[in-house]
């Protein structure tokens, strides 16, 4: 049978139609559900509580002794801030550290007197000292040891070397062909002339003639030159290629476009070193870059005129 009961029409007068009862049915039979209500007469205060906790019981109006029991879980006690006082023995378990924390800030002061010495006393008074180096002590020292940078071996301070610590020692080979006053001024001192990979230039490739007699230096001229014509390029096109023997370039614009020159591969609108205006003229500066240069024109037509000397 199911719970709560529903009235019917006519049936009692005193019950409103279709009023529901709540009920739980127990074996057919209802029992009526009914709330607790602590109010006096005319006045409803429902009692406190909830499904999970039950009642709100007042602890204290309650007398005499209560007996807790923890259902075989821990009972937590709190003091409230107060003192709870334990009668009979407790049983402490668990495992413990030997040594416990106390506190001494109510522990009562002990007064220490006698006599205490700080650990450096103060000195008054006259203090003799012995062994140590007086002036006159100091003058007798001097008249025994001979003056630094002394040459006569009469006054010299021997020193004996055990033989153990002797190496036997190689005098140095014998040293020649350094220059001398005569070898620079009759001409027979040479000196030579490097690159900057260390290389001895030669006197076939040598770009200095030296005198050293006469104490001149003069510039080796230059014999040999290489013309070109390179054909202007909307794209990068090489100018010059890579020359170690290089000792002198010149570059003509022979276009009415503008030529942007670059030291290096890959010449741009972006990326090169000079730019050349129609008609215009251009020299290696020195030290000559003997690397290769590229170029690229804004619009192709006309030539560069390209003068290499060697």
Same mark, same amino acid.
Do not use: C
């Given at each position: 049978m199911a719970d709560n009961l529903t009235t019917q029409s006519g049936t009692p007068a005193t019950v409103p139609s279709a009023s529901v009862i709540a009920t739980d049915d127990v074996s057919s039979v209802h029992f009526q559900k009914v709330k607790l209500d602590v109010g006096g007469d005319g006045v409803s205060v429902p %009692?406190?509580?909830?499904?999970?906790?039950?009642?709100d019981v007042d602890v204290t109006r309650v007398q005499g002794t209560v007996t807790v029991g923890d259902g075989g879980g !821990?009972?937590?006690?709190?003091?409230? #801030?107060?003192?709870?006082t334990v009668d009979g023995t407790v049983a402490v378990t668990g495992a413990y550290q030997a040594t416990q924390p106390v506190s001494l800030a109510t522990a009562p002061t002990t007064p220490v007197t006698g006599t205490f010495w700080q650990t450096t006393q103060p000195v008054s008074g006259t203090v003799a000292v012995t062994g140590v180096a007086t002036e006159l002590t100091l003058a007798s020292v001097d008249t025994k040891t001979? %003056?630094? #940078?002394? &040459?006569?071996?009469?006054?010299?301070v021997p020193v004996i070397l055990p033989s %153990?610590?002797? !190496?036997?020692?190689?005098?140095?080979?014998?040293?020649?062909?350094?220059?001398?006053?005569?070898?620079q001024s009759d001409g027979t001192q040479k000196s030579q002339i490097v690159d900057g990979s260390g290389n001895v230039i030669g006197s076939t490739t040598n770009a200095l003639d030296v005198n050293i007699q006469s104490g001149s230096i003069s510039e080796k001229p230059i014999t040999a030159a290489t013309l070109t014509n390179v054909t202007s390029s909307a794209t990068?096109? !090489?100018?010059?290629?890579?020359?170690?023997?290089?000792?002198? &370039?010149?570059?003509y614009n022979d276009s009415t476009s503008a030529l942007y020159l670059k030291y290096g591969a890959t010449a741009s609108a972006?990326?090169?070193?000079?730019?050349?205006?129609?008609?215009a003229y251009y020299e290696l500066p020195t030290p000559v870059y003997t690397g290769v240069l590229d170029g690229i024109w804004i619009s192709a037509n006309g030539f560069a005129r390209v003068t290499e000397m060697v």
């Amino acid at each position: 049978m199911a719970d709560n009961l529903t009235t019917q029409s006519g049936t009692p007068a005193t019950v409103p139609s279709a009023s529901v009862i709540a009920t739980d049915d127990v074996s057919s039979v209802h029992f009526q559900k009914v709330k607790l209500d602590v109010g006096g007469d005319g006045v409803s205060v429902p %009692a406190s509580g909830d499904a999970t906790n039950g009642l709100d019981v007042d602890v204290t109006r309650v007398q005499g002794t209560v007996t807790v029991g923890d259902g075989g879980g !821990t009972i937590s006690v709190d003091d409230g #801030g107060g003192t709870l006082t334990v009668d009979g023995t407790v049983a402490v378990t668990g495992a413990y550290q030997a040594t416990q924390p106390v506190s001494l800030a109510t522990a009562p002061t002990t007064p220490v007197t006698g006599t205490f010495w700080q650990t450096t006393q103060p000195v008054s008074g006259t203090v003799a000292v012995t062994g140590v180096a007086t002036e006159l002590t100091l003058a007798s020292v001097d008249t025994k040891t001979p %003056a630094l #940078g002394q &040459a006569l071996a009469a006054y010299s301070v021997p020193v004996i070397l055990p033989s %153990a610590t002797i !190496t036997t020692l190689t005098p140095p080979a014998a040293i020649s062909g350094f220059a001398t006053d005569t070898k620079q001024s009759d001409g027979t001192q040479k000196s030579q002339i490097v690159d900057g990979s260390g290389n001895v230039i030669g006197s076939t490739t040598n770009a200095l003639d030296v005198n050293i007699q006469s104490g001149s230096i003069s510039e080796k001229p230059i014999t040999a030159a290489t013309l070109t014509n390179v054909t202007s390029s909307a794209t990068t096109a !090489t100018i010059l290629a890579s020359n170690s023997n290089r000792r002198m &370039a010149t570059i003509y614009n022979d276009s009415t476009s503008a030529l942007y020159l670059k030291y290096g591969a890959t010449a741009s609108a972006t990326s090169y070193t000079i730019k050349m205006e129609a008609g215009a003229y251009y020299e290696l500066p020195t030290p000559v870059y003997t690397g290769v240069l590229d170029g690229i024109w804004i619009s192709a037509n006309g030539f560069a005129r390209v003068t290499e000397m060697v």
